[in-house]
């Protein structure tokens, strides 16, 4: 059923076809070889392409799995230490049960080569990792299909993953009725006829969903692979750029429905069809406001998922970026952000509910993931964020006249980006960061608040949060709302930069609509009075008394 899901795709799927300008191969590959009786006799060593004869036009598998909650002890690795022996010769029996059922599925397909990310980057090798991970986007993109272990929470789980007969098993029955027709003999008065009850599984994306798609890593294996088959818990899985399939409906491939990225969040058709890779959507023509709105769906996710390895933050998300740097027109990408589309990408919120409670911290505002990435960047943050749309800091439109024609367009941001830039530290230009620089011009107001300013909770125009810090006018009304991204347990009395970057609207009620003033939440850098860095966001809905008599423009250094 695979090779067929396989064949018909190679033969049919022009979106699914490797564009391919020069033949690639990974550095490393997994050889595998038998004499026949693939169980008994599989045979597999580690080769270095081409120097190992292995040809240009080879085609490859990839693995995409768990590592598991151990990985150092379960995941077998190949070292410096290991190298020279892992390309003589791989012992089976120390490879976990996905990667030997990887390999044997291989040779059922008719391959020879697949690429294991444990085995074919040397695990100690610093510069090794970060050569291979600036090479993880053409390693998948090029892979004639990755097998996808989606049902095992580690190495021990497997891809042929043992199944409840009765939850998926057909039930045969036989139907007797009588016959009444008139040509019905007194000897058989009954017409029997077969049934077949077949499982009712739920959902296509309903069935993906498993321990692979909580890790971060695995995403862009997803999304960069022209075509993946997923070994689930109940049922094999097949995906590709242009259909879907399932184990339950044979070799019947159903095209998939693109759909565009909505330019409201209303209209967020991309956040509620989990079965559309977000890739996938890039195959249409779409405008450039339409692909960066791709690209904030994908942080989105992306940010959903966990890594082990929190410095990992930027680098498992580098093949992506490579793939929508093409689309960009090769926009400059600067740790997480893109320059073209800085401010918007500056609209990012936590996504937290309601009924969590502040996380206590030792040192607030805490420190980043990894300790070079700038506070203004999504990847600074821990945990799941969201992007706001236009309509919070371009939301208002205005009327305009052009050679005595009327017409109304968005107000552009109200903030100048002067410059943004970031200082890489490997050999991946969009892997990890040792710093990074933001320079705004606008509106700013500085307000002071404490704990003594909390309300919780509070839905207002930017977002529901656990806490709101109010500051209140001189006529004692709510003006400026203060979020921050990670919350303080009791916030001493400070005082914070607030920094426009547009103006949107919001519906307080139904039926009004009103202005708002939105922006960063700034602090001083300690010691350093001319850097900022963000701790949060603020809006100031209806009464804006506080933000017209003291606002000033400013040029702020954000780091």
Known sequence: MIRQWIDCCESKHEACRIKETEAFLPTRLIEVKSNGDIKNSMTARLVESPSDGVPKTSKYFTLSHCWGQNPSASVPKTTLENLSEMKDKINLRELTKTFQDALIITLELGLQYIWIDSLCIIQNDVMDFERECAMMGLIYSRSHCTISASGSTDGQGGCFIERDQLSIGRLSLTSQTWNTSKTA??????????????????????SLKGPLITRGWTLQERELS???????????????????????????????????????????????RPELRLLDTIILPLGKEELYQVWYRTVEQYSNRALSVSTDK?????????????????????????????????????????????????????????????SWSWASQHGTVGHYFHDWFAGVWEKQVTNGVESW????????????????????????????????????????????????PEKSATHVNPKVYIKYSANQRPSAHLYFDSDPVNLTK????????????????QDTVSKTINGLALMHIEGNDNLFRRVGMFDIVRDDTLWVENRCKKTVHIV
């Open 185 to 206: 003999s007194s000897e058989n008065p009954l017409l029997s006829q077969a049934i077949t009850i077949s499982p009712l599984f739920p959902p296509w994306y309903i």
């Open 494 to 509: 400070q005082t914070f930069l607030c920094l426009q970057l547009g103006t949107g609207t919001t519906r307080p009620r």
């Open 314 to 374: 930027l680098p498992a998300l580098s093949g992506i970026v490579g793939a929508f740097s093409e689309s960009f027109d090769h926009d400059t990408y600067v740790a997480g952000l893109w320059k073209r589309d800085a401010i918007r990408g500056l609209c990012w919120f936590p996504v937290r509910p309601l009924n969590q409670e502040s996380q206590k911290v030792k040192h607030w505002p805490p420190p980043p993931t990894d300790s070079g990435i700038p």
């Open 409 to 456: 367009a968005r107000v552009a941001s109200v903030v100048e980006l002067i410059d943004i830039s970031t200082t890489g530290v490997s050999q991946d230009r969009f892997g990890r960061v040792a710093s990074g620089s933001l320079i705004l011009q606008g509106w700013a107001v500085e307000i002071t608040v404490s704990e003594a300013n909390v309300k919780m």
């Open 226 to 272: 022209p075509r993946v088959v997923h070994f689930t818990k109940n049922r094999l899985l097949w995906e590709c750029r242009a259909c879907n399939a399932s184990e339950n409906t044979g070799t019947t491939m159903h095209p998939k429905v693109h759909e565009r990225p909505a330019v409201s969040r209303d209209e967020d058709i991309l956040s509620t």
